[in-house]
């Protein structure tokens, strides 16, 4: 995003916010030195980017870093995770060495639970000054996000599939990747003063936001995956030609969507831009 004249301000302003916290997460220890070295190993900062983006289109006035945290520490646990040997089994993220190649399974695991609950201490932070309402809606979606209905039951149909269907991708690609940007776009949405009863239609642009980056990060991995049978690949799936089409569609009706909300703005539009030039964002 380097090269993104409107957005990269969103990402810097995120990063600095970041390296601030980090020292307030716990005392200086090997467990904290695993959480942040997870935290600052790179990485697009596409989520909390999002809940910045969101807030600043409802020009109240509200900046809300710590729901950005919150977000950015649910990916990181996500991510942390999925590199252990009894899951995804990486030993590098963003081509440096998985956290568990640097501190040991033992400590990356627990540096995961850390992010976990560092997460939800963040909605309680970000929620003060607000209607308990706007809280209580942010838990709920966090929790779905992150638990059996989202991420963590998406990557348990990862490893264990119930089978190789589009109807099976499509389900692995809502659970594991759509909830988290659900959680972000909502953040963005109720810590930026949004009206709570356009929660349901904020939450449909992100379902169509999560969808787009999956088909483009897919196909990106076209080739990768191909000679990996187990590898959910939605473009595998339906062809390139095909899954082009559906990104298409995607982007459209999230544009449609957002200006409903009336949130689409310049900033909207060259993020779609970028999708469309290079079709993924990495993780």
Not at 22 to 46: H, V
Not at 79 to 86: F, G, N, Q, R
Not at 111 to 124: K, L, N, R, V
Not at 185 to 205: N, Q, S
């Amino acid at each position: 995003m380097s090269n993104l004249s409107l957005i990269k301000p969103y990402k810097e302003q995120f990063e600095a916010h970041l390296k601030k916290a980090i020292p307030n997460l716990c005392e200086k220890s090997k467990l904290r030195d695993a959480c942040e070295y997870a935290l600052l190993n790179g990485g697009k900062r596409i989520r909390p980017i999002l809940v910045l983006m969101i807030a600043n289109a409802l020009q109240q006035g509200k900046i809300p870093f710590d729901a950005c945290l919150s977000v950015e520490y649910f990916h990181t646990a996500s991510l942390i995770a999925d590199d252990l040997p009894c899951m995804d089994n990486d030993d590098f993220r963003r081509e440096k060495p998985s956290t568990h190649k640097v501190f040991g399974e033992t400590v990356a695991l627990l540096a995961s639970y850390a992010m976990i609950t560092e997460g939800f201490e963040m909605i309680h932070r970000a929620a003060q000054g607000f209607p308990g309402e706007v809280g209580m809606l942010a838990l709920a979606c966090a929790t779905k996000g992150s638990g059996l209905q989202g991420a963590t039951g998406g990557q348990f149909y990862d490893l264990f599939p119930k089978g190789k269907t589009l109807d099976d991708v499509r389900e692995i690609i809502e659970m594991k990747t759509v909830t988290l940007f659900e959680v972000a776009f909502t953040f963005g949405w109720l810590f930026g003063g949004g009206d709570i009863h356009l929660l349901e239609d904020v939450k449909r642009a992100a379902y169509h936001f999560g969808m787009a980056f999956q088909i483009a990060d897919d196909l990106d991995d076209l080739e990768q995956d191909n000679w990996n049978d187990e590898t959910p690949n939605l473009a595998l799936c339906l062809g390139q030609e095909q899954a082009l089409f559906l990104l298409e569609g995607e982007l459209s009706a999230f544009q449609s969507k957002m200006k409903k909300l009336q949130i689409f703005n310049l900033e909207f539009h060259e993020l779609l831009d970028l999708l469309k030039r290079e079709p993924a964002l990495p993780a």
